[in-house]
């Protein structure tokens, strides 16, 4: 069993920043992928930023330059500093993690991150 737990999520003002955090817990298998995707209300599900074991990092256009993703292997643990956030950020952010096992993909339950004009 793989548990994701996220954190940081909130209500900030345009320009403002947030970090989330997101720690997998539960397993032994090596993880090939952590990343972070986001949802807003009537839209579809779509990849924020990604970063592999070994720190190769993937970003949307919309958040280049904008967002950083980071991680820390020891404690199985990906961030997302989100810097100059805009009100189209608005939306929930979801935690994604791939185990090496059988490319096995586990969500945590989301985030919500409001950004108000």
């Known amino acids: 069993q793989v548990r994701l737990s996220e954190s940081g999520g909130g209500l900030v003002q345009a320009g403002g920043s947030l970090r989330l955090s997101c720690a997998a817990s539960?397993?032994?298998?090596?993880?090939?992928?952590m990343g972070w995707y986001r949802q807003a209300p009537g839209a579809q599900r779509e990849l924020v930023a990604s970063?592999?074991?070994?720190?190769?990092?993937n970003y949307a256009d919309s958040v280049k330059g904008r967002f950083t993703v980071s991680i820390d292997n020891a404690r199985n643990t990906v961030y997302l500093q989100m810097n100059n956030l805009r009100p189209e950020d608005t939306a929930v952010y979801f935690c994604?993690?791939?185990?090496?096992?059988?490319?096995?993909?586990?969500w945590g339950q989301g985030t919500q991150v409001t950004v108000s004009s």
């Open positions: 994604n993690v791939e185990l090496s096992y059988r490319f096995m993909q586990f």
């Open positions: 539960g397993t032994q298998s090596v993880i090939n992928v």
């Open positions: 970063i592999t074991k070994v720190g190769n990092t």
